[in-house]
């Protein structure tokens, strides 16, 4: 019998065709990649929330260091005097990260593919669902910059020198004076100063995007969460991003 005059059950124009999309099975296929994709934003969302709850902590915790060393040393010592806490918040915050990193640079990397990169000109959607705004569209560049960022981070800070100082009486780490030696340097100072500038770009778009991924919209208070994100990129980011620069000003 002649190829060409065989039924094929899958609907497939040939038996060898490689895109499944225009078949039966192509439907099957394509709502298994929407449910994947709905499935990662989800999960992008929420560890992306989670992380974040991490910067308000973290900043209102180092902006201590512009009252003085001591009570910057202090409340780093507490918070290590805290049974369980700061293991618990490593182990977390560091599976939280993975997680959130991993998938959004596969997420990324399906999409492509399933859009295919070949398009003649891209234009960016103005207003509408999906906000596509410059923020949005350099989502990837912004968490690179960020995966790129923590890992130098925690080298300089929570592996960075050991300064002994002694506080109340008792022997303590003296961070302050490594937060101020580092942010005494112009090349350090330039490095946070950008990259705090990416975090707030990060938090203003993905806060209210990460809302509409776990499905709370609601028409009347959509653009409250978009301000409200929007803010929180902007203050946040001012924040961390004053600390090397009075620093450095007052060194
Ligand atoms: C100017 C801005 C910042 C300063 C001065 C700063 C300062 C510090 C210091 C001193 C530590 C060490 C704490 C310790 O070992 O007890 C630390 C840890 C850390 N920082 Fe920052 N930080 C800044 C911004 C950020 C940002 C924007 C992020 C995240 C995007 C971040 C993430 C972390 C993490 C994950 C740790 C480890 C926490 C732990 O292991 O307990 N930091 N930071």
Redesign the pocket.
């Known amino acids: 019998m002649a190829l060409e005059s065989r039924a094929v059950p899958t609907g497939r124009t040939t038996p060898y065709s490689p895109r499944p999309f225009p078949t039966a099975d192509g439907a099957v296929a394509r709502r298994a990649y929407a449910v994947s994709t709905i499935g990662t934003k989800v999960i992008l969302a929420v560890t992306g929330l989670a992380l974040f709850l ?2 308000p902590i ?1 900043l209102v915790g ?1 902006l201590l ?1 512009l009252v003085g060393s001591d009570t910057f040393n202090r409340y ?1 010592r507490s ?2 005097s805290i049974p369980v806490l ?1 293991p618990v ?2 182990v977390g ?1 560091l599976a939280l990260f993975v997680i959130h990193a991993s998938k959004a640079v596969l997420n990324f990397l399906a999409n492509r593919r399933a859009r295919g990169s070949n398009y003649a000109a891209k234009r960016p959607a103005t207003g509408g669902a999906s906000r596509k705004t410059w923020a949005s569209a350099s989502m990837i560049v912004s968490g690179i910059t ?1 995966g790129v ?2 890992p130098v ?2 080298l300089q ?2 592996f960075g020198a050991y300064y002994p100082v002694t506080l109340d009486g008792a022997p303590a780490r003296d ?1 302050y004076r ?2 101020r030696e580092l942010f005494h340097d112009p090349f350090v100072v330039a490095f ?1 100063v950008f ?2 500038v990416v ?1 707030g770009a990060h938090i203003y778009h993905g806060f209210a995007s990460a809302f509409q991924s776990l499905g709370a919209y609601h028409p009347r208070y959509a653009p409250l969460v978009l301000l409200l994100g929007r803010g929180l990129g902007v203050v946040i980011g001012a924040g ?1 991003l004053a ?2 620069l009075v620093m450095y000003a007052a060194r």
């Open positions: 991490f910067l973290h180092n260091l780093a918070l290590e700061v918040a490593e915050l960020i960022f923590v981070h925690l800070m929570k961070l490594l937060v946070y990259c705090m975090v961390f600390l090397p």
